[in-house]
T-cell receptor, first 112, second 115 residues
């Protein structure tokens, strides 16, 4: 069982470009989350999905969009990247919204 | 919403000594408090958690205590070892209705174990 996988591992992106970060889990968890991690700010929730077909906004959703077409996948899209979106992005999942969240290995994104 | 404060931001202890990291939260409705360990270049990994109906929980060298009246919880690591060096995050889960429970994280503590 792989748990949660994220791709790519790292990426350098020109400002203005579109980018999709991929997240896949094989645990059949209902809930999935996207966080960004910045030095001194900890982990902040971008978007979440309680179950396939539903999504919601977190603490810092501006400039990001998500979709949840099925249980396993939860891609995060930056429609037009800006330098302030330089960060490490973590995907997480939980059985449902009340249970422990398990994190993926992260995607390191640099926007120039 | 919930606000979680974590102290200290950095902590260095001699190998074999104990380490204590403290967090406070603002919303008395929060009911679940996990602790995560993050090693360099990796994602956060759950090490221990506690729910609001329990005051203390222990797992080998790691323990967590919760004081709901004061709204603070702490991580205790005893007999520290070099592999305990990492960044530790506390979090509080707030349930504003079923199916909408979210974690709010502290800003992290970088723990260094000195051999």
């Amino acid at each position: 069982i792989a748990g949660i996988t994220q791709a790519p591992t790292s990426q350098i992106l020109a400002a203005g470009r579109r980018m999709t970060l991929r997240c896949t889990q094989d645990m059949r968890h209902n809930a999935m989350y996207w966080y960004r991690q910045d030095l001194g700010l900890g982990l902040r929730l971008i978007h979440y999905s309680n179950t396939a077909g539903t999504t919601g906004k977190g603490e810092v959703p501006d400039g990001y969009s998500v979709s949840r077409a099925n249980t396993d996948d939860f891609p995060l899209t930056l429609a037009s990247a800006v330098p302030s979106q330089t960060s490490v992005y973590f995907c997480a999942s939980s059985v449902d919204g009340q249970e422990t969240q398990y994190f993926g290995p992260g995607t390191r994104l640099l926007v120039l | 919403g919930e606000n979680v404060e974590q102290h200290p931001s950095t902590l260095s202890v001699q190998e074999g000594d104990s380490a204590v990291i403290k967090c406070t939260y603002s919303d008395s409705a929060s009911n679940y408090f996990p602790w995560y360990k993050q090693e360099l270049g990796k994602g956060p990994q759950l090490i221990i958690d506690i729910r609001s109906n329990v005051g203390e929980k222990k797992d080998q060298r790691i323990a967590v205590t919760l004081n709901k009246t004061a709204k603070h919880f702490s991580l205790h690591i005893t007999e520290t070892q070099p592999e305990d060096s990492a960044v530790y995050f506390c979090a509080a889960q707030y349930s504003y209705n079923f199916g909408n429970e979210k974690l709010t994280f502290g800003t992290g503590t970088r723990l260094t174990i000195i051999p």
